[in-house]
């Protein structure tokens, strides 16, 4: 599914996955469990606000030990607003990257101690560079990461290649990976067959990772504003649901 089509479709509310017997039955596990001290969280981020759609709550238990994280971001982001004249792909280049800087700090990151690979990739375009990614990928891997990724089955061009690209990386590395859903809460439907459920784990996160993950959100205001008569990038309903006391992982 293309970014344009994802933000065509009207969506699905947390009300509606409130009522899902998936992932009701998906296995609570406690973000110490998935990353202790001491194992190193390798995140690819397709684009600069992924990074916290995907797993916020996560990050924000990494302060106080940021050699314990690597984070990649593959684009700029500078194509979420295609034909915008105010968001244009030279100020967004620019733009959203700040945003992601700031959005660590809201989670108590200092961004200047962490490994932060910035790759530059063209938004949109990372299908193209899936080759590219895996060696990338492969080469910066250690035993013993867990490698973080967007579902490969995400329903964004740059999200399944940067899934497929983590799958292929991890299994020849032999670390564990962790596929994030993001855009599949928007267009999936309540149990939706197309979802991997058995490898589903629910990330469970307190009051505080919470809200430390809605304050990273809301550095990103490029993504969180209306552009004239086009609605924002990202729908209320999707940070409903991205925003609950969890984050869904398949394992």
Known sequence: MSANLIQSTSGTPWAAWQQAAHLARATWLDPRQLCPPGRRLVMIAPHPDDEILMAGGLLAGFKGREQDLMLISATDGEGSHPGSSHWTEHRLRRQRPLESRQ???QLGLDPNRLDWRRLHLKDGQLPREEAFLVSHLTQLLRPGDLLMATWRGDGHCDHEAVGRAAAHAAQARQVQLAEVPVWAWHW?????????WPRAHRLQLDETRVADKRKALNAHTSQLEADGDQPPVLPPHLLDCLLQP???VFL
């Open 103 to 105: 959005a660590l700090k």
């Open 188 to 196: 999936a439907q309540p149990d939706d067959p197309r979802l991997p």
């Open 246 to 248: 969890f984050e869904l």
